[in-house]
DNA sequence: TTATAAAATGTTACCAATAACACAAAAATA
DNA sequence: TATTTTTGTGTTATTGGTAACATTTTATAA
């Protein structure tokens, strides 16, 4: 490996003023920055980042922990994020929690020892902040995306569920529907929380009566809609729904499917929407219903909110984005 | 932030003592063991990575280097190497070279001034070379997935691009067709060449002969096919395509766009086959007929044989894993 | 009980880069 | 020309951890 070492003693310098060069720092003469330069080349110098962390306090490396890299939608993010680091001159290392707290957990200490800069983190649940009073406690930065953590105030990139929901319930209610079930995820996750709220909220304003029986909570990554889908199915023609609302890309494919295994056509005899396009590749038959978040600037956002925390430019008070979703309309809700 | 200085003093030990718990290392008695651990947990001690780096000359950290992670492909590519390494103690850092040979240089310099251990790579084209060979003079390790470098010998994990080739071209013949176009990667990349060699082969070996008008190279991710398929649709009828072999699914969906544009039905005056699923989520709508690779593997195996050269366990000569792709039969093929 | 081996712990130097300070040479000012 | 200021460059110490060697303590054998 070629040191500033290497280059001092052939450029016949201090190691210090080779440092000046490559960092731009300090005076140096014209002549020198020119001799050192060209040795830099000549030799393919390319600086120690371990050493440079030691010293610096600062490596570079943020670190982008979501639940699972093959949810388009955190695949966006992660490409957000990725490109606003780069652009940054920052590198990103990616960690999936897969929604568990343990799994967050390990992650937050190996980031912490591997020196990463800042964290921009989907918490697993309300739980995480145990892992998050670890980042602070370690003073490392951290901004949250999509999800909020009960009790931790800081920077955030969140979508807007509650227009999100009543767009989505208004089309379905303007579809003629009123028996509207939600499949909603883990209520210790703030975006469940808050799209059932609104989805309760939305109902009332509309004059229809919501009936508890028709909510549930599932996992959002884990396949466990069936038996959901099944009791839907199976409640009396009075009171089984003509549309599900699910919380998520997942729930919503994971509830398709289980429609499609009881015989239940969507959307002849079953209306779906949810957030979060499941479709990585726009516009390719397209089907569902929902709200789409922009995922990308998720991402994006959440590295220019984290690398202003890291670099001390932030302002006082945390910044809260709030990106708004886009409704679109297609087959999986349209009476037919 | 905690040291082992910290630790030593407040244990009465040397760091070295202390250094040798962490790491479980020499020889220590259980007593002082015991006591160290106990002032690690109080204090909160995590290792700091960068000064382990600067003496061990590894960082634990692993590096993918990818085209686009919004290919759903690369998405489980990155899913499977992630878990590997984790599951190794390793961390992963992710970058998108968007099949661009100067980010992709760019990146390489990042990642060796990051000090990473070594590089899993999918390079952008035969002239990653360059790049590779940077990678060599560095001493950092690295395998190739999907896609090889011509006068690059290294640890490899491809897929098979003749026999999925071969499955799709003869599902297309047995289906009745004769005039099939291939829409190709560009000629720089292996498994453009390799399927391209393939198809010719195959058709031959068919005793139906090749027209050199119906193939075509255009990027593996820009959107350029429309013209492609424009030139496919305005030949006379007799020499016109009946089906399409998409050389991978971002491909094959701009190519089904295209044909929607211009009023061509899929499947029923157009069949289009590809390789590479471009659904992360699996059997949901699924239309396309394609060669699924198993893109999971390509990364967790990947990242075996990374660690392996890393650790310096690996076998003298290189290793060539090839997995095979599994046709899957669905409606885009299928005459109605 | 002493010599010797083994086990446990400590000391020193080093990894690559940089901050902080020191100092000489050149330029500006008196 | 002498003095001050500025500019350019060098020296030393430090960052947190560990390898290599040194030393002390304990256990074992003679």
Sequence with gaps: MVTIYDIAKKANVSPMT???????????????????????????????????????????????LITDIT?????????????KAKQMGYRLLLSNSDESLEKESEYV??????????????????????NLKTLIKNKIPFVLIDRQVNG???????????????????????QGHSKIALINGPANISTAREREKAYFEILRLAGIEANKQLTSNISYRQNDSHKVVKNLISLPESKRPTAIF?????????????????????????????????????????????????????????IQLLIERVEGNG?????????????IIRNSSMRK
Tied chains: 1, 2.
């Design 18 to 64: 080779v440092s000046r060069v490559v960092n731009n720092s300090g005076k140096i003469s014209e002549k020198t920055r020119e001799k050192v330069e060209k040795i830099i080349k000549e030799l393919n110098y390319i600086p120690n980042n371990a050493a440079r962390s030691l010293t610096l306090k600062q490596s570079k490396i943020l670190s982008l």
């Design 71 to 83: 949810n388009p939608f955190y695949t966006k993010v992660a490409r957000g994020a990725e490109d």
């Design 109 to 130: 200490d190996m980031l912490i020892s591997s020196g990463v800069d800042g964290v921009l983190m989907a918490p697993a649940g309300d739980e995480s902040k145990k």
């Design 152 to 174: 931790i105030d800081c920077d955030l990139v969140i979508g807007d569920s509650y227009h999100g929901t009543r767009q989505l319930l208004e089309h379905l209610i303007k």
């Design 246 to 302: 699910a919380a998520n890309n997942f729930i919503a494919i994971n509830t398709i499917k289980s429609l499609r295994q009881l015989n239940v056509r969507v959307p002849e005899d079953m209306a779906v929407v949810c957030f979060d396009d499941p479709d990585p590749i726009p516009d390719f038959n397209p089907f569902l219903t929902l709200a789409a978040q922009p995922a990308y600037n998720f991402g994006y956002m959440g």
């Design 315 to 327: 302002p006082a008070e945390k910044q809260r984005v709030i990106l708004p979703p886009e409704i």
